[in-house]
């Protein structure tokens, strides 16, 4: 039996969802405008008044926002009350090593749960539930998003938050855990550990919620079979709220996108015109109901299709196919973004030259990064302990500044391959998309 | 009272060495002693040879990234104790030795070593004193002559 959190507006008639979609654009418009100078200046810029959208069908003439802006305007920039109005900051990882904030008010935060609330009953959660949140917590938006849905759906909410799998994998026996929410790849690394340690029978999954980091349908299956689940998708980006933004439903088929709070476009990443549905392209967001953060025209530079089709859930919301790849050269490692500028950045600093390659693989269902960096005359020394304290703090400055483990590799100069004199930056070895 | 010795940086992989030597033997360099310490990914190849610009020269052509540090040779009896003799003179001197190795010369009754420490001065020093017997670069090219 298919579960809703808000029927009346999940499975609302195309006709209504496009009248919340007109009636709130408008105003957002009209609302940004007059409290985001930064988006007041880009829309004067491009001629555009807030007399000029009178509906959705007047999206096209608004100017887009990209990461850069966000960098530009950080860190309240982009921020549309003051800081007495907002309750909560969430962050994630930007170029260059500048973290992208984005802002909350209380009803910013009702509506982010709701949408996550959504995304758990669509996965058969109700409040007899036991969700178990192995995302992190903290300026990550996983932890938070999922802990507020589950308390919104009135389940018993365990915020384990990541890491030490033992005693994750103790509370989910003692405590009958129903509903795992957490990356694909630590949900893939939890069910080896489960079925190694001869636990699958002591487990009570039923359901579990992954997203943050891009998975193949192969990967769903190994979780599916190994917690004995079912494993739905969810998506989402901080900059437009965090989880949730879209979610799977029962026919797993695509992500239902939050239509009523999230107006979705696909563009042509290259001229920026807006596709006909159904073509492959960047997707877009514009926020029609947040207050510290409304971002309109946000450009995620993920890669899907939109699918209007009837769903056999019985939702009408528009789905989204699972990101096809990126439109710029951002990673996401270990649920983690990752710009190959960071790393440039960080041998730059240390003084080496830039010639670096990093390799991306997926090694047991969990993703893993090499560094190559071209061994240079500053680099070297007689004693291998010099060079590999070098190794060392080439490695901290890594996990410092990206937040996950990178080994380095050192390589001969001139090794790392390149192509019509350009070097190759990325390999991914992962074939996600 | 030191000589040359030459550090390389090779990728541990196979042929990475060979091809190294080729480029010496094709140069027509001569290796006196070597030895390499190694890592998982890389090793830190170590050689004294017969002309040390020389090989500098063609070691840089060839594109390889090392480096030129000079080091002690030492003469010692071919005998049981005799480096340990060294190594307590060292010791006792305070003299920290970062890392050795051995090589044989045409010379009966006597072993070689290669010894790398942070301090050449001191342990010149401190060696003399103690009448151990240090090489320098014309020395080194007699024993092989």
């Known amino acids: ?433 | 009272m030191t000589i040359n010795q030459i550090s390389v940086f090779i990728e541990n992989k196979p042929g990475k060495l060979a091809e190294f030597t080729d480029i010496l033997s094709k140069n027509n360099i001569d290796m006196r002693a070597m030895s390499i310490a190694e890592t998982p990914d890389f090793g830190v190849l170590r050689i004294i040879v017969n002309d040390s610009y020389n090989a500098a020269c063609v070691i840089r052509e060839a594109g390889y990234v090392f480096s030129i540090t000079p080091v002690l040779a030492v003469a010692i009896p071919d005998e049981p104790g005799s480096l340990g003799k060294i190594l307590n003179i060292m010791g006792q001197g305070d003299v920290n030795l970062e890392y050795l190795y051995a090589f044989t010369a045409p010379k009966k009754d006597w072993a070689y070593m290669v010894f790398r420490v942070q301090d050449n001065e001191k342990a010149i020093d401190v060696l003399s004193k103690n009448g151990v017997k240090l090489l320098n670069q014309a020395d080194l090219d007699q024993l092989f002559d």
């Open chain 1, 1 to 433: 039996m298919e579960r809703y959190y808000q029927p009346e507006i999940e499975c609302a008639s195309r006709e209504q969802i496009l009248a919340w979609q007109n009636e709130r654009l408008v105003k957002q418009v009209q609302y940004v405008y007059d409290n985001v100078p930064y988006y007041r200046k880009k829309m004067e810029e491009k001629g555009v008044t807030p007399a000029d959208v009178q509906s959705v069908a007047d999206l096209h003439k608004l100017p887009f926002l990209t990461k850069a802006d966000l960098r530009d305007a950080y860190p309240y920039g982009l921020c549309a009350v003051p800081v007495s109005e907002a309750v909560r900051i969430q962050s994630t990882s930007g170029t260059t090593g500048r973290r992208v904030v984005a802002f909350y008010t209380q009803h910013d935060l009702d509506l982010w749960e709701d949408c996550c609330a959504r995304a758990i009953m669509a996965a058969g959660g109700t409040k007899d539930d036991v969700v178990h949140v192995s995302y992190g917590y903290g300026l990550f938006t996983g932890g938070a998003g999922l802990h507020g849905g589950s308390h919104k759906v009135g389940s018993l909410t365990l915020p384990m938050s990541s890491g030490n799998t033992d005693r994750q994998i103790q509370f989910m026996c003692d405590l009958g855990s129903t509903i795992l929410c957490c990356t694909p790849s630590y949900a893939a690394y939890l069910s080896e550990s489960i079925n190694e340690r001869g636990l699958k029978d002591q487990i009570h999954l039923k359901a579990g919620i992954f997203g943050a980091e891009a998975w193949t349908e192969e990967m769903r299956r190994d979780i599916e079979k190994g917690l004995g689940i079912k494993a739905y998708d969810i998506y989402g980006l901080t900059e437009i709220s965090g989880p949730g933004v879209s979610f799977e439903c029962s026919a797993q088929t695509g992500m239902h996108i939050n239509e009523d709070h999230f107006i979705a476009e696909i563009i042509d990443p290259v001229t920026e015109e807006v596709l006909p549905e159904g073509e492959k392209g960047e997707l877009v967001f514009t926020c029609i109901t947040k207050e510290a953060f409304p971002l309109l025209r946000y450009r995620t530079r993920d890669i899907c299709v939109l699918k209007r089709e009837k769903c056999s859930c019985g939702r009408t919301h528009v789905k989204m196919s699972k990101p096809m790849g990126r439109s710029d050269d951002m990673l996401i490692i270990k649920g983690v973004n990752v710009f190959p500028s960071q790393i440039e950045t960080i041998l730059l600093n240390k003084g080496y030259a830039a010639n670096y390659q990093l390799i991306v693989d997926r090694v047991n269902n969990s993703d893993t990064l090499e560094v190559q960096v071209e061994m240079t005359p500053e680099m070297f020394s007689d004693s291998v302990s010099e060079v590999t304290a070098k190794e060392k703090e080439l490695v901290n400055a890594m996990k410092a500044m990206l937040g996950i483990y990178a080994k380095v590799r050192l390589v001969a100069p001139k090794s790392i391959a390149r192509s019509e004199g350009k070097a190759v930056r990325v390999i991914d070895k992962r074939k996600l998309y």
